[in-house]
């Protein structure tokens, strides 16, 4: 037997009998800039603020630009919840804003066997990544806590009310008082599950609908 073969059937007797898995595929981080001053780092369930422009790795064609192609505006999303591919959710953790990132992503973190447009299945891609704004996300801690106005870790009626009044001004809507009622009964109807009149903080973390 070939050296070669009995390399690859040695190999594969050694994941059969012992039952290890292949190691998972992992994005390559390279820092491009990092402010001095760093006030707060991205972590999952936050919403960030980036412009990026993706190559493919065979040939450095670019695929797309944020600052070149569209309306030529950063894009907001949520880290963590699959909003964008993987590699973004893994290698987009731990970042300034201001920070700028080179990611380098296996297929199988991108768009793996099928591609997507104007990129080839089986593409190993490449994003130069800056962050401009890390807010809270909709379901943070932090957010809990601004919402919750008497600090007892749990919402009541009256506090998603508030939310929601000063939310829509500062969306610009005026308060309407009729609606705010009708989308608190809709909420506690989906998010209270104990039915004891407040939505606790793991009812509010673990839950992805109205707030």
Not at 158 to 179: I, S
Request: aromatic share 12%.
């Amino acid at each position: 037997m070939i050296p070669e073969l009995w390399t690859y059937v040695f190999s594969a007797f050694f994941f059969y009998v012992h039952g290890a898995k292949l190691p998972e595929p992992e994005v390559k981080i390279e820092v491009l800039y990092k402010p001095f001053l760093c006030h707060r780092k991205s972590k999952y369930g936050d919403m960030l603020l980036v412009h990026y422009e993706g190559f493919l790795e065979s040939n450095g064609t670019m695929f797309h630009s944020s600052r070149h192609h569209g309306d030529k505006n950063p894009v907001w999303f949520t880290l963590g919840i699959r909003e964008v591919i993987q590699g973004w959710d893994k290698g987009l953790q731990g970042m300034c804003s201001g920070e700028k990132r080179k990611l380098t992503v296996p297929p199988a973190l991108a768009y793996g066997k099928e591609g997507k447009g104007k990129i080839p299945p089986e593409s190993t891609l490449i994003f130069e990544i800056e962050i401009m704004d890390i807010r809270n996300g909709p379901r943070s801690h932090e957010s809990f806590q601004e919402m919750d106005l008497n600090d007892d870790w749990k919402l009541s009626r009256l506090e998603v009310k508030e939310y929601l009044r000063k939310e829509f001004e500062r969306h610009g809507y005026p308060p309407n008082d009729t609606h705010h009622e009708a989308m608190v009964d809709d909420i506690f109807q989906k998010e209270d599950e104990d039915k004891d009149g407040y939505i606790s903080a793991r009812e509010f973390t673990y839950k992805h609908d109205e707030l």
